[in-house]
């Protein structure tokens, strides 16, 4: 019997011990979006964050031209729950990262626009994104358009 209270014990030691730190609720939502001008070597760069990003290969991915990029601005927010959003002026499709060690992960490439966007601008709708284009307002998830 002792035995048995002795071997209770230590096998809740081992699992409380075992188990993970999580720190909730979090809330990784930037207020505004950054508006962030493409050095010639296809990097953005915000300070405030600490944030520098190499975007040549997202270049590609929208106009099949990785060296048309240099002066060219992004537009970036991140959602609530940690995903980046990024489009651009002429840009068809908001990109939707999710961040990984030493990079970001495509999510979702969302299409919004065939003709591409004029003057894209995106704010903070917690728990979605609003990116506006002239009178267009589209509502944004990590999965898509909501409305």
Known sequence: MRLQKYLSVLLLIIISACSSLTLKPADYSWPIENVL???????????????????????????????????????????????????????????????????MDLENKILITETGLASPVFNQKSPNIELLDNSNKYLLNNEGIVR
């Open 37 to 103: 001008k493409v050095d010639n070597k296809g990097f953005v760069e915000e300070q405030r964050y600490s944030f520098t990003l190499k975007v040549k290969a997202l270049f590609y991915e929208e106009f099949k031209d990785s060296t048309n990029f240099s002066g060219k601005e992004i537009r970036l927010i991140r959602d609530k729950v940690g995903f980046y959003y990024i489009t651009g002026k002429d840009f068809k499709n908001v990109y939707v990262f999710e961040p990984e060690e030493n990079g």
